[in-house]
């Protein structure tokens, strides 16, 4: 299965939801990745630490 084919099914099911659910997933998924974001800078500043 590729990504595109993945992706438009994704879509297809968010489009699904109602309002408040689609609003609901866009807050879970940016808290998400502001939860990720500091690990991800942690990562890079040790890789460019390393390949210095």
């Known amino acids: 299965m590729t990504q595109f084919s993945r992706l438009d099914r994704l879509l297809e099911s968010i489009e699904d ?3 408040d659910e689609q609003q609901a997933l866009i807050d879970l998924i940016r ?7 500091p690990s991800e800078i942690t990562a890079n500043i040790a890789q ?5």
């Not at 808290?31 to 974001?37: T, V």
């Not at 460019?48 to 210095?52: F, G, H, L």
């Open 17 to 19: 939801l109602s309002i």
């Open 31 to 37: 808290h998400r990745l502001a939860e990720r974001r």
């Open 48 to 52: 460019a630490q390393a390949e210095y």
